[in-house]
């Protein structure tokens, strides 16, 4: 056994000096090669590597995955109209260049996320300075966004970082001018309710005197309709009349004078001052209308 243990230990140190030798990219990582403190090379293809054993030369790993920047507290960013809006961001971004970014943070991921932090919180004040309120929150919300990214990746680019998106993910109004933005959405909804209860007035009355004018031309034409006909019907009434007249006089005096009867004592209790021989009373006693004897008036 005490033969075999030098040849143990030998095939242990031969065994891990071979370990040391190699090394293993994953596809998650990027990997620098140091020598003697320097980076000789940089690896971002997943595979297995040789190198000198320390301290020759030594590997340092850094993520290239797709990493999240999310704000813990919403940032106080003030508007043009010097009104503060509490803001709720997040950053997705990547290592892009692992040599320059391990040149300005090292291996440390704190201090990237501390940078990009800052400058986020730059370009946000930035391009919500300028802007209104209705702006941030609705119309140029979009813009914003893309301005962010565009300026945190110009200057995020020379460290080695690749900005992929950002996103505002909460926009809030501050305590101290809610009420205030309520109050005045309160007034811009009244002022359109009155509007439109001004529209409706002002539509009502329209649609009533249209209605008011066309009551009165149907009114009238059926007047002039009704006076034609009633024209035509006493033009035939009086032509029947003549006719009538022209056959037999005595008896067109007698219906005459029976209507005359009828109209005149239509209702109970009238009463008639006349002389009993006049003519209203030819009729009266003898039905061939001749003279009547004396009579008492009624």
Not at 127 to 141: E, F, G, H, L, P
Not at 174 to 200: C, D, W
């Amino acid at each position: 056994m005490q033969r075999f243990f030098p040849v143990l230990v030998g095939l242990l140190v031969v065994i891990a000096v071979l370990s040391s030798c190699m090394f293993i990219v994953r596809e998650r990582d990027s990997a620098l090669l140091f020598a003697l403190g320097e980076v000789r090379e940089t690896i971002t293809k997943p595979g297995l590597y040789f190198k000198y054993p320390p301290p020759f030369e030594n590997v340092v790993y850094l993520d290239k995955r797709l990493q999240t920047i999310e704000t813990r507290d919403p940032e106080r960013i003030q508007t043009a109209e010097k009104k503060n809006l509490l803001i709720d961001s997040f950053v997705k971004w990547r290592i892009s260049d692992p040599r320059q970014y391990y040149v300005t943070f090292g291996a440390n991921s704190s201090a990237a996320v501390e940078r990009l932090q800052a400058q986020i919180r730059d370009a946000l004040n930035a391009a919500v300075n300028v802007r209104t309120v209705k702006q941030v929150v609705s119309s140029d919300r979009d813009t914003i966004m893309k301005e962010i990214q565009t300026s945190v990746a110009r200057r995020a680019s020379p460290l080695g970082v690749d900005v992929v998106d950002v996103r505002l993910r909460r926009i809030d109004f501050a305590p101290e001018i809610s009420e205030s933005v309520y109050r005045r959405m309160e007034a811009e909804r009244k002022q359109e309710a009155n509007r439109l209860r001004a529209t409706g007035a002002a539509d009502s009355e329209r649609i009533r005197a249209e209605a008011d004018r066309k009551r009165l031309e149907i009114l009238a034409k059926a007047y002039a309709e009704a006076q034609a006909t009633r024209g035509e019907g006493d033009a035939q009434a009086a032509a029947i009349y003549a006719k009538s007249y022209g056959r037999n006089e005595e008896f067109y005096s007698f219906y005459k004078s029976l209507e005359a009867y009828r109209s005149s004592f239509a209702e109970q209790g009238n009463t008639l001052v006349l002389s009993p021989d006049s003519e209203f009373f030819r009729f009266w006693n003898d039905a061939r209308g001749g003279a009547l004897d004396a009579a008492p008036a009624r």
